[in-house]
């Protein structure tokens, strides 16, 4: 099992940056790939971001690449999620999650998920 705890959410002005940290613990021997998704109110969750286990593969969605940077420490077993350049249609819950496969968009494929953190943006 796999507990994920989201941190570093807020109320930011557009144009303004945040940083989003995800630290898993539980018992996993199994490299994980991790993922970011959002929630906007009235939307469907959407895939954010993907990282595989090196580190070296990751993956975004076109509307935040460019803007959005998904990183890891797997000796701390931490994701993090630095946002630039924010826009008010970014504001939603994100949340972390982890996947026991490969790299992949789909929120079906993730078997475990933090309970979120919500990220505004005023206009």
């Known amino acids: 099992q796999v507990q994920l705890v989201e941190s570093g959410g807020g109320l930011v002005q557009a144009g303004g940056s945040l940083r989003l940290s995800c630290a898993a613990s539980g018992r996993f021997s199994i490299r994980l790939t991790m993922g970011w998704f959002r929630q906007a109110p009235g939307k469907e969750r959407e895939f954010v971001s993907n990282i595989g286990w090196s580190g070296d593969q990751t993956d975004y969605a076109a509307s935040v690449k460019g803007r959005f940077t998904m990183s890891r420490d797997n000796a701390k077993n931490t994701v993090s999620l630095q946002m630039n350049s924010l826009k008010p249609e970014d504001t939603a819950v994100y949340y972390c999650?982890?996947?026991?496969?490969?790299?992949?968009?789909?929120?079906?494929?993730?078997?475990?998920w933090g309970q979120g953190t919500q990220v505004t943006v005023s206009s």
């Open positions: 999650a982890a996947a026991r496969g490969p790299t992949t968009r789909s929120l079906g494929d993730y078997d475990y």
